[in-house]
């Protein structure tokens, strides 16, 4: 059965509540169980712990990597609490278009989703952003090089407006690679990213910005 991950500012109340209860189950597991793997902490330390990882950057792996991440973490949400969990998904941030008010969705303000993050409006994003997602086509320059390369390691993608928004665009816990997965936003934020990714076609799966899209097929 293909689900569609959904901008979060198109989420109902109903949607919004069961993403936040479906998390909110994985995080009493956690609570209950260190160790459980099924839990929140756990699969964040998938991603901000080198010994239970490690999270791939800096090659051609850091995409794929984090595809996988959010497609299992999706699973397990979605295996949460059935039928109120079963079609969740983890929604997308659209980071490049201006929020209607404050810098980031209202869904990440609400208890469960948020977090303490840098709210600074005059916070910009890298000036090159859009020319990287819309105008990029060598694949290798996007999305990184294949390990060992010696012509290079990190896309564009990664060492632009990724590279840059965790630590300063985002803040919080999202600054450091040792924290990142325990704010929530960090799976919209690359929910998002992995929407930006091209397929084999050398075509993205949603319409690339500034055309906006409510859903996308989840992998």
């Known amino acids: 059965m293909v689900r569609s991950r959904r901008d979060v500012n198109s989420l109902s109340p109903t949607e919004l509540s069961d993403y936040i209860h479906a998390i909110d189950i994985l995080r009493a597991r956690s609570t209950a169980d260190p160790d459980d ?3 929140y902490d756990f ?3 998938l ?3 080198g010994s239970v990882g490690p999270c791939e950057r800096g090659s051609d792996l850091f995409l794929p990597w984090h595809r ?3 497609h299992y973490f999706e699973k397990l949400l979605q295996a949460a609490d059935p039928p109120r ?3 969740v998904t983890v929604p997308y941030w659209d980071w490049i278009h ?3 008010t404050g810098k980031f969705p209202a869904a990440f303000s609400q208890p469960g989703l948020d977090s303490g993050r840098n709210e600074n409006l005059s916070t910009p994003l890298p000036a090159n952003t859009l020319d990287i997602v819309l105008h990029e086509s060598n694949q290798a320059e996007f999305g990184g090089y294949v390990k060992g390369s010696p012509i290079g390691n990190k896309g564009r993608l990664e060492r632009g407006p990724h590279d840059y928004m965790h630590p300063h665009f985002i803040g919080g816990l999202m600054s450091n690679p040792t924290t990142a997965a325990m704010d929530p936003i960090y799976f919209s934020f690359h929910c998002f990213i992995d929407l930006l990714w091209p397929n084999g076609s050398g075509a993205t ?3 690339p910005p500034p ?3 409510a859903s996308c097929a989840a992998s």
């Open 211 to 213: 055309l906006r899209r």
């Open 205 to 207: 799966r949603c319409p």
């Open 47 to 49: 991603h901000n712990d």
């Open 85 to 87: 969990t079963a079609d």
């Open 98 to 100: 201006a929020q209607a």
């Open 68 to 70: 996988a991440h959010l």
């Open 43 to 45: 699969q964040a330390a």
């Open 37 to 39: 793997v099924s839990g």
